[in-house]
């Protein structure tokens, strides 16, 4: 297949291009052409502008394009640069679908389990009742921008990633050093969930969206077993064999990060049931053994 990706340089995408390329003709769209042939080699073809992109010759849209979220604090200018990455690819991506005569089979677009909002209780694609905050606003204009995109032709699956762990870059660059430090411990009261997925986890889910024509719409991109930030720091501390005693209080988050924070103090315990029902195998479930995959070694 002709697979165009976006955000081909980040976190999943430069990943999930390992695995593409052995197999698919692979066009990435990118800022930097240098950059991404440095990421991923000169074999993809790298185009700075979507104009120069024949969508009839393309059979699949992988967009994963998008300004860190948890990056800096939410200032105006910040928001818009958030938004504006997201927002406008999206909406040219589905522009060029529906103008084109052979579009795509496929479009595969990237979201965040921010839509749910705040969340006391478990939720799944079907069964959720978002709370109306910053981040549920930028994923559902997000999202209405790729389904736009669903026609007869063209089918569209959304992805609701949660916090991507992989050996490098990602959260967990974050969240190691101080443990490393001996100064790591939870946030605030520790009870928020963290609904997490393992780097090879979200790599296949897209392979498996990719290779079953017959799904379409949400999917949750989260491992089975959410944790609480109490739970996950603890694992964390015994899989990096260093304390886990030094608490962040929520205050102290609020005067680091301002509104940012909220995606650290509050949470959401996401299921993933539409993988689970479309008979999706996770290779990393629980939480202990995905960390000693990624953090083997350091």
Request: aromatic share 8%; proline share 5%; charged share 20%.
């Amino acid at each position: 297949m002709n697979i165009l990706i976006t955000g081909a340089t980040g976190l999943i995408g430069s990943h999930l291009c390992k695995y593409l390329a052995n197999h698919h003709k692979l066009l990435v769209l990118t800022r930097r052409k240098e950059k991404a042939f440095t990421l991923l080699g000169h074999h993809v073809d790298a185009h700075e502008t979507i104009d120069d992109i024949d969508f009839n010759e393309i059979d699949c849209v992988i967009n994963l394009a998008g300004e860190p979220i948890a990056d800096k604090r939410w200032t105006a200018s910040q928001k818009a640069k958030i938004e504006a990455s997201r927002w406008q690819i999206t909406a040219q991506i589905a522009e060029k679908i529906k103008a084109t005569q052979t579009p795509p089979h496929t479009f595969i677009s990237g979201s965040a389990i921010g839509f749910y909002g705040r969340q006391s209780q478990p939720v799944t694609e079907q069964n959720n009742q978002p709370f109306e905050e910053y981040s549920h606003h930028l994923c559902k204009k997000w999202e209405q921008l790729a389904l736009s995109a669903n026609s007869k032709k063209t089918r569209v699956c959304i992805l609701r990633t949660g916090i991507v762990l992989a050996k490098k870059g990602g959260a967990l660059g974050k969240m190691v050093p101080p443990f490393q430090f001996y100064l790591g411990g939870p946030i605030a009261d520790g009870k928020q969930y963290m609904s997490w997925i393992h780097i090879n986890d979200m790599v296949n889910i897209i392979l498996f969206l990719i290779e079953n024509k017959s799904l379409h719409g949400v999917f949750n991109a989260t491992a089975p077993h959410p944790v609480t930030n109490n739970e996950f720091s603890e694992h964390l501390s015994q899989t990096l064999k260093r304390p886990n005693i030094f608490r962040m209080p929520e205050p102290v988050m609020r005067l680091l990060f301002g509104e940012m924070a909220d995606l650290l103090v509050y949470g959401q315990a996401v299921l993933p049931k539409a993988l689970n029902d479309a008979d999706f195998k996770f290779q990393y479930a629980k939480l202990k053994p995905a960390l000693e995959n990624v953090l083997s070694g350091r």
